[in-house]
């Protein structure tokens, strides 16, 4: 599931949260220390439940939750420390830098950002892009998950 050529993309399908959970569990088994995972897509899309698929992934056995309200949750119990940003009320980029941002990203852990395209800016060009999308044509429970190398 690795995506390392540029422009190439990687389009999965999940009819459930169980499925949400699993792609996202496999992304984490994988993740590497220093790389950033972008997570997109509107409110209720599932972005925390992939995030805790993705931290189980990692070997994060303790609850996860959005960190909303304090920007970002470290969690060092797996094979490699994860810290799970939410920006969605980063209100001026420059408030990255107060929560370490900058020492987080290329670090020992893997950094997962949710609204990453509120600070699309500073993201790193390596960084990998998830987006989530529902589509309730093919059910309530839909979800396309794109995987990539650029944020759309």
Avoid at 27 to 48: R, W
Avoid at 66 to 77: A, K, L
Avoid at 132 to 139: A, D, S, V
Wanted: proline content about 3%; charged content about 30%.
């Amino acid at each position: 599931m690795d995506i390392t050529s540029k422009g190439q993309e990687n389009k999965l399908e999940s009819f459930s949260r169980e499925d949400t959970f699993n792609i996202a569990r496999k992304m984490g088994e994988e993740a590497m220390p220093g790389k950033v995972y972008c997570l997109s897509g509107d409110l209720g899309v599932g972005k925390t439940v992939f995030a805790q698929g993705f931290g189980t992934g990692v070997g994060i056995t303790e609850p996860m939750s959005s960190p909303t309200f304090t920007i970002v949750q470290e969690y060092t119990e797996g094979r490699l420390p994860l810290y799970h940003f939410d920006v969605y009320r980063v209100g001026d980029i420059d408030e990255m830098e107060e929560t370490g941002f900058y020492e987080y990203a290329g670090g020992d852990g893997a950094l997962l950002i949710e609204w990453a395209e509120l600070i699309e800016e500073i993201i790193p060009e390596d960084a990998t892009w998830i987006k989530i999308e529902k589509n309730l044509e093919k059910g309530f429970d839909y979800r396309l998950i794109t995987i990539s190398n650029h944020q759309d």
